[in-house]
């Protein structure tokens, strides 16, 4: 299979999931209110140095504001970039497509969520992305399941992928300055060529798969429940840690504003309400 | 006069300079509501590395929240810091002690502000800071009044200091991925050493002056004002962009977390609420 095939095999496949999940997020914000079904609006936009996105945002009684995108870009790295980057010390030259996910919800019982995955080339091509969820009331059946999910997504590939991931995951985002985790984990994968695309390509459609499995069961199994004050406190709380971890921290925000990637999508993740105490 | 005594007479300033903004403010909570004045509370904390500062932090009733810092740190600089400041390519020593303030308001109409003036050793020694200004909704005869009192706090100096250090300012807090400026403006200086400690100290104890002078005036002019809902939402936008700079920008914010500071201390600019969109 040659390059030019693997980058539309996986453009079609971040598309396609793109459409089932906003398919399911609707479906969700019509069972928890039937009048007036709040739908995703969606905007194109274009890199001036190739390429471009589409962004899926919705704004509904069940989330609060989720962002749904999807892009493919390519170009020449920054001098900066090809230092830290893969396959690009002497060629600049790179491709990248990937979906990115982040659902902020109404109730605090209901956990926020964050997926990506992503195919990127330079010299080299590989596989990357993850899903961690971040609750602000923890409920452990919630966070056992959601870890039983990605463990049997993973162990059709390889055994190793479970405690690699989750641990990778776990590093990831811990925010080093409070000492605390960003939420409570999930799996986190990078640089992933094993040598076989069809595998990779394959556990990277199961991730988005299992995300489709085990998310909205947590939003049906929690969103008609009651909260109080403090509940919500706690929420806006967890979420300036939120924005705390991806503006000091996170590789995708560096990547897409090093990039020049679209500033809205790219900052679409940040939190409608939070709060620093 | 030696750098010990240099360092006395700074020390001595802005803990002098913290007593006389602390009170004022809540002078401020006192004419606002007589009953049941809120108060600054107080925390220090100690370096591991070498000294220490003090926080203060007030909730009240026109301010929503404000942070005053004081702190005065010593000890070896990582490799990492060593490259970016002046005078410690050979000698990672340093010496450091100043001032910082951001304060949030309850009512959008009264601008959030932020003043920090610090000493700073290093194998060279210099004064830096500034103060700016940031409404939520803008008021031109306010950021007028704002800019003159500093416009006059620096010709007592140096006619060219005003022009340069309003630009520095403008240049410092512009956001470059949202292409906008994160406020009103103000003065920003760093690496100030004309020669005369005497000149520059002044200078600096100045700012806090001309600070002292300039903000409670607009509080009071606005703190009884009306607003509407509109207004908060503008205000909350505005905190988002606020809390986006600090964490992905601001230089002091990478200072302290750098020197291993009190996270608390430096995370304190943070809002107490701020929305994105």
């Known amino acids: 299979m040659d390059i030019i095939e693997k980058r539309l095999l996986t453009t079609n496949w971040f598309t396609e999931l793109r459409n089932k999940i906003c398919q399911e997020f609707e479906k969700i914000e019509q069972e928890y209110a039937t009048a007036n079904p709040i739908k995703f609006s969606y905007k194109k936009w274009t890199r001036p140095g190739g390429g471009g996105g589409e962004m899926g945002m919705m704004k509904g009684k069940v989330f609060e504001k989720v962002g749904v995108n999807?892009?493919?870009?390519?170009?020449?790295?920054?001098?900066?970039?090809?230092?830290?980057i893969p396959g690009c010390e002497n060629n600049p030259n790179f491709w990248a497509s990937g979906i990115s996910l982040v659902a902020h919800m109404h109730s605090p019982l209901v956990p926020a969520i964050h997926l990506n995955t992503r195919f990127i080339n330079t010299t080299k091509n590989w596989f990357g992305g993850g899903t961690d969820l971040n609750p602000a009331i923890e409920d452990k059946d919630d966070i056992e399941k959601f870890h039983q999910t990605l463990k049997?997504?993973?162990?059709?590939?390889?055994?190793?992928?479970?405690?690699?991931?989750?641990?990778?995951?776990?590093?990831?985002?811990?925010?080093?300055?409070?000492?605390?985790?960003?939420?409570?984990?999930?799996?986190?994968?990078?640089?992933?060529?094993?040598?076989?695309?069809?595998?990779?390509?394959?556990?990277?459609?199961?991730v988005g798969k299992s995300f489709l499995q085990i998310y909205p069961e947590l939003i049906r199994k929690h969103m008609h429940r009651k909260y109080s004050e403090a509940d919500k406190h706690e929420q806006l709380i967890k979420r300036g840690l939120y924005a705390e971890f991806n503006l000091l921290y996170d590789r995708g925000t560096k990547f897409g504003l090093m990039t020049e990637g679209n500033v809205e999508a790219i900052l679409m993740s940040l939190p409608p309400l939070a709060k620093w105490s």
Do not use: M
């Not at 993973?154 to 300055?177: G, M, R, S, V």
């Open 70 to 84: 999807i892009s493919t870009v390519h170009g020449e790295f920054s001098e900066e970039a090809q230092k830290k």
């Open 152 to 206: 049997v997504c993973c162990d059709k590939y390889n055994l190793a992928y479970y405690p690699k991931y989750k641990k990778w995951c776990d590093e990831y985002f811990f925010i080093k300055h409070r000492n605390v985790s960003r939420g409570a984990g999930g799996i986190f994968y990078d640089y992933l060529d094993s040598g076989s695309f069809t595998n990779d390509f394959a556990f990277t459609q199961d």
